[in-house]
């Protein structure tokens, strides 16, 4: 059984830290992560994590600064919003097609990573993790073409794109690789009950009006990256 602080991203002792990268990472899926490198960079991608296992407080603070309007929103298809123009209810689902909910982030478990190409772009860039950089006229495309291929053939190591299709509630995410074998056990153990108890006990913004809806946003955001 998984420890709760574990799954909810209120403790990383199962993490290893992975000095290269600067990230803490599962074992196994850091063990995998290397060997999915390795492969790439025979193909010519400079395979990086641009982000790994994020605390609960790390995903609550970007989820209140969101809220607060101090980090951007985006619309369905990624452009800035202005929050003040939205009723609670369209915030709360407004941020929740590009953060995920507190508790129920997939990078609370050290298993599942943002990544992209450093051959395909200069030192100074700044990686944005957006739809456009990962399309076909984008830095990212070559990654994201041999990440498909890869995964088609069943050679990505373990790792899958959870949020590669856009099913109505998370966005589409090319970006961001789960290590299946440990993150589907973590999964099997997230449970409506405990996400409920874990927002009823936090100091997340708009707490009312996310337990009003939490049987929606479980449905459609949580249980649906299975």
């Not at 574990?6 to 992560?33: D, I, R």
């Not at 099913?167 to 973590?186: D, K, T």
């Not at 997230?190 to 997340?204: F, G, K, R």
Request: proline share 5%.
């Amino acid at each position: 059984m998984t420890n709760n602080a574990h799954l909810f991203g209120k403790a990383c002792s199962h993490l290893v830290n992975y000095t290269a990268e600067s990230c803490q990472l599962h074992p196994l899926a850091l063990e995998n992560y290397l060997k999915l490198q390795r492969a790439l960079a025979v193909e010519g991608v400079d395979l990086k994590i641009a982000s790994a296992f994020r605390s609960y407080d790390r995903q609550q603070r970007i989820w209140n600064e969101k809220v607060a309007g101090t980090r951007p929103v985006l619309d369905h298809s990624g452009k800035p919003l202005d929050p003040k123009s939205l009723t609670e209810e369209a915030l709360v689902y407004a941020i929740l097609r590009w953060s995920a909910l507190p508790g129920a982030s997939r990078h609370h478990w050290g298993t599942d990573i943002d990544v992209y190409d450093a051959t395909a772009i200069p030192a100074n860039y700044r990686v944005q993790l957006t739809s456009e950089e990962y399309g076909h006229k984008g830095p990212f495309a070559r990654l994201n073409d041999c990440l498909v291929n890869r995964e088609a053939q069943g050679l990505s190591f373990g790792f899958a794109r959870v949020y590669a299709e856009d099913r109505g509630g998370v966005a589409p995410e090319p970006w961001h690789l789960s290590y299946l074998p440990v993150a589907q056990e973590y999964q099997g153990q997230l449970s409506y009950d405990q996400l409920e108890a874990c927002i009823n006990s936090s100091e997340i913004e708009l707490k009312r009006v996310i337990l009003a809806h939490l049987p929606d946003i479980y449905s459609r955001f949580v249980e649906v990256s299975q």
